[in-house]
Antibody, heavy 116, light 112 residues
Framework: QVRLQQWGAGLLKPSETLSLTCAVY????????WNWIRQPPGKGLEWIGE???????KYNPSLKSRVTISVDTSRNRFSLKLNSVTAADTAVYYC??????????WGQGTLVTVSS | QSALTQPASVSGSPGQSITISCTGT?????????VSWYQQHPGKAPKLMIY???NRPSGVSNRFSGSKSGNTASLTISGLQAEDEADYYC????????????FGTGTKVTVL
């Protein structure tokens, strides 16, 4: 049974860096794309970016200048960093696995609030 | 790349069938058979219900079905049940190398 477990700081001040990690249990880490997706309160889903096992990345152009996704294959984990956060970055952040062009397993979500 | 367009809300009585539409462009929904649908209950992570337009993952009820015509994809829920009340999002692969995925605006399904 595949399980994604994520963690990270839930309260940030403006201009700080958001940092989240997602650990993958119970399945192969290779052969998949590992994604971050966010959902502002009461709003829809927004794709942030993805990384593959080899470290190849793609990022949403609207966030590209502030986002870094990295992978630690030795521990089956991948991470998200988002610099210079503002209140507009307040959202529930999800990690998710993509075998191809869909997301089949999701983390439990982490609410990140940006407030002074 | 704009979000895919979904109706804000759809409702139906138990046992009825409802259909949720998801409209995009030839650069996403119309260009690929890579539409997926997700169910999200309040406070929970999204759950994959349909992938590649019409395929159901193991464990998903056969009351859920997907289809596509042109630039519009659809999710049909037949035999509506109280547990189907949730938000539903479509997603599509896109022709943009920098933004490979786009989500729909979301639809709130209410079981009357």
């Amino acid at each position: 049974q595949v399980r994604l477990q994520q963690w990270g700081a839930g309260l940030l001040k403006p201009s700080e860096t958001l940092s989240l990690t997602c650990a993958v249990y119970g399945g192969s880490f290779s052969g998949y794309y590992w994604n971050w997706i966010r959902q502002p309160p009461g709003k829809g889903l927004e794709w942030i970016g993805e990384i593959n096992r080899s470290g190849g990345t793609k990022y949403n152009p609207s966030l590209k200048s502030r986002v870094t996704i990295s992978v630690d294959t030795s521990r089956n984990r991948f991470s998200l960093k988002l610099n210079s956060v503002t209140a507009a970055d307040t959202a529930v952040y999800y990690c998710a696995r993509a075998p191809l062009e869909w997301f089949d397993y999701w983390g439990q979500g982490t609410l990140v609030t940006v407030s002074s | 790349q704009s979000a895919l367009t979904q109706p804000a809300s759809v409702s139906g009585s138990p046992g009825q069938s409802i259909t949720i539409s998801c409209t995009g462009t030839s650069s996403d929904v119309g260009g690929y058979n890579y539409v997926s649908w997700y169910q999200q209950h309040p406070g929970k992570a999204p759950k994959l219900m349909i992938y590649d337009v019409s395929n159901r993952p193991s464990g998903v009820s056969n009351r859920f079905s997907g289809s596509k015509s042109g630039n519009t994809a659809s999710l049909t829920i037949s035999g509506l049940q109280a547990e189907d009340e949730a938000d539903y999002y479509c997603s599509s692969y896109t022709s943009s190398n920098s933004l490979p995925y786009v989500f729909g605006t979301g639809t709130k399904v209410t079981v009357l």
